[in-house]
């Protein structure tokens, strides 16, 4: 009986991994995974023991409520204020279950993710990111594995072709931090890809441009302005869901968490900035005690 229990509450890594990919969502995985054990535990003693496999129950059930969540956040999202873009994770990330930080879980994928439907986006991620079969993606949706085949497909056509994080990430990151820091618009312009895309996400709890701001002059004009309107923010060098980005805080407090993506030539092309305080509660527990200023 202790090594089943073992064996049950050993899945759990797997299923934060599994659920925050589906959801984009640290906080909402963490939820659909507790759910999942809530009725693993509600069953019947006998129930449980007829169920060979606790692992693939485990995954199935928290598939499905993942499943029920992305239906309803579709509606939820709808109202949401300006741009609704996926809870960033620090690293190491200081979890109960720590959630492996690979190509997976980069904004850029998880983005694309979010153009998915909630059908679509649990085959690829189930199959494509998990190798599931889909005989048993077939349970978590109801349909037919030659179905869920084809959501897979149809999904995989989202998706642009994976690549590693840029070699020069970390340089371009520290050139924009100092530039930034700098005010130098000059410099600024020089990092970013002309054809550049920022994209902020306050949820109407912080300030933040509710449209994306295009080009990368537009984006060097804005990032100054930031910092006029801000005085004595410290940005440091984190790393954001597995890649270079950027943190912004104040007294100990995250106030922003930063994203990139970098073009073949190693400019950045896209900036994702996380200001919704929901967002970030990890991130200031998971400051250290003596962070860097701008510039340093």
Not at 28 to 46: G, S
Request: hydrophobic share 50%; net charge neutral.
């Amino acid at each position: 009986m202790g090594a089943r229990a073992d064996e049950v509450a050993g899945e759990r890594g797997q299923l934060i991994n599994i659920a925050y990919r589906l959801l984009g969502s640290l906080t909402e995985a963490e939820d659909a995974v507790q759910e999942a054990y809530a009725r693993w535990y509600a069953l019947a003693a006998p129930r449980r023991a007829e169920i060979a496999a606790p692992g693939a129950w485990l995954t199935t059930v928290t598939g499905r409520i993942c499943l029920d969540v992305l239906g309803s956040a579709r509606a939820r999202r709808e109202r949401y204020v300006g741009a609704w873009l996926p809870e960033p994770l620090p690293e190491p990330a200081d979890l109960a279950d720590q959630v492996v930080l690979d190509e997976s879980v980069s904004m850029a994928f998880l983005v694309v993710l979010e153009a998915m439907t909630p059908a679509e986006r649990v085959a690829f991620v189930l199959h494509d990111v998990f190798r599931y079969p889909f005989a048993e993606i077939a349970a978590v949706l109801g349909r037919t594995p030659a179905a869920c085949k084809q959501l897979a497909s149809s999904a995989r056509r989202r998706v642009p072709a994976p690549a590693a994080p840029a070699a020069g990430q970390t340089e371009a990151v520290r050139g924009l931090k100092q530039a930034w820091e700098a005010k130098n618009i000059a410099a600024l312009v020089g990092l970013l890809d002309p054809a550049a895309v920022l994209t902020a996400d306050g949820g109407g709890l912080a300030g933040a441009a509710l449209r994306p701001v295009e080009g990368g002059a537009l984006i060097a004009q804005y990032m100054v302005a930031v910092v006029d309107r801000a005085p004595g923010l410290e940005l440091l060098e984190r790393t954001v869901n597995g890649r270079p980005g950027l943190v912004a805080c104040r007294d100990g407090v995250v106030l922003t968490v930063a994203a990139f993506d970098l073009t073949g030539e190693g400019r950045i092309s896209r900036i994702w900035v996380v200001r919704n305080p929901e967002k970030l509660r990890v991130w200031s527990a998971n400051q250290p005690s003596v962070p860097g200023r701008w510039g340093r």
